[in-house]
């Protein structure tokens, strides 16, 4: 285990949590097994508690010097199929949308992931293995008071016909995400929801990543997709969703694209009180849609106002992004 002050058991107080919007974390370690949907190989995550105001952070445990880094949007050094995060140097992270997903719609605003490798493992495909593990951890209330990052005015991204946006809200985070597939199995699925952590578990936390057969098979020969199979993929070919089990839901396909925007959209650093709609977007343009936020400082707030939680949130002092575009309809296995 890192010897990191994030790693230590924080200081609880649940006495004092009622009727105060107080922070969270885990109360205890928990480690999950698997293989990375990229590499195929064994991937390990621990997730452990941390501190008030640290926000979640990545570790690399494989590597010598441990590198850590905050689970932020200016940390992404690539969208392509996943998430990843850089750590510096050319160590990175990737596919963290699925825990960052169940962190994030769980209410846990304090955590410090530990990966073995360069992939989280990739589980079932959706976030109901992370789910699980957070409630085996359980949940510890903090003493420091929840800040969320309130969006002031709307900023919006657009590729082609695909946009991702982010407004004002009445109260904590609504998302509408549409999708269009020219495919029978999934078509035109449109779904909306205000964000708890009751709607996280019942729509979202379940719907699995997907693919189409042609595609994958063109991902394997190019070395990617190693670990992707019917055990943590629902896969689509001309003759409809190929998993003997069917689907999780009618529409799986957009609740699990609503799911990876949770994911991506928790790399805010804070909780996010703002209305989210995207439409045939992804990794790319929900990253992109956070940019714009953060690029405009008129367009969101820290609520309550206190002092900036981290300084990698200030988009002046944010490290230059440099991540790999694709088109936003490109077949997107999430
Ligand atoms: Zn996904």
Do not use: Y
Request: hydrophobic share 45%.
């Amino acid at each position: 285990m890192p010897r990191l002050e994030t790693a230590r058991r924080p200081n609880t107080s649940p006495r004092r949590a009622a009727g105060r919007d107080l922070q969270t974390t885990l109360s205890s370690c928990v480690a999950l097994e698997g293989v990375g949907v990229h590499s195929g190989k064994p991937a390990r995550i621990v997730l452990h508690p941390a501190e008030a105001n640290a926000g979640v952070a990545v570790l690399r445990s494989d590597l010598a010097a441990e590198p850590v880094a905050p689970a932020l949007w200016s940390r992404v050094v690539s969208t392509e199929l996943c998430t990843s995060l850089g750590l510096g140097g050319r160590a990175a992270v990737a596919t963290v949308e699925h825990a960052m997903a169940a962190l994030a719609g769980l209410g846990v605003d304090n955590a410090l992931i530990e990966v073995d490798g360069p992939e989280v493992p990739v589980l079932d495909g959706s976030s109901a293995p992370f789910v699980a593990a957070i409630d085996e951890a359980e949940l510890a209330t903090l003493t420091a008071e929840r800040r969320h990052i309130e969006v002031l005015k709307t900023v919006r991204v657009e590729r082609g016909a695909a946009f991702a946006e982010l407004g004002p809200g009445a109260e904590g985070l609504t998302l509408d995400v549409e999708i269009s597939f020219d495919h029978a199995a999934i078509g035109r699925q449109r779904k909306a929801l205000r964000l708890d952590p009751a709607t996280f578990r019942r729509e979202l936390a379940r719907a699995r990543t997907f693919g189409f057969i042609g595609d994958i098979e063109r991902l394997w020969r190019a070395g990617f997709a190693l670990g992707a199979s019917l055990e943590n993929s629902i896969a689509i070919s001309d003759a409809g969703v190929l998993n003997p089990e069917g689907l999780r839901f009618s529409d799986e396909f957009v609740r699990h694209k609503m799911l990876d925007a949770v994911g991506d959209l928790a790399l805010a650093g804070a909780p996010i009180r703002g209305a989210f709609r995207s439409r045939c977007g992804g990794h790319a343009l929900n990253h992109a849609v956070l940019q714009a936020l953060f690029a405009d400082a008129s367009a969101w707030r820290l609520s309550p106002a206190l002092a900036p939680m981290r300084g990698e949130m200030r988009p002046d002092i944010a490290a230059p992004i440099a991540f790999g575009v694709q088109p936003a309809l490109a077949p997107d296995r999430s």
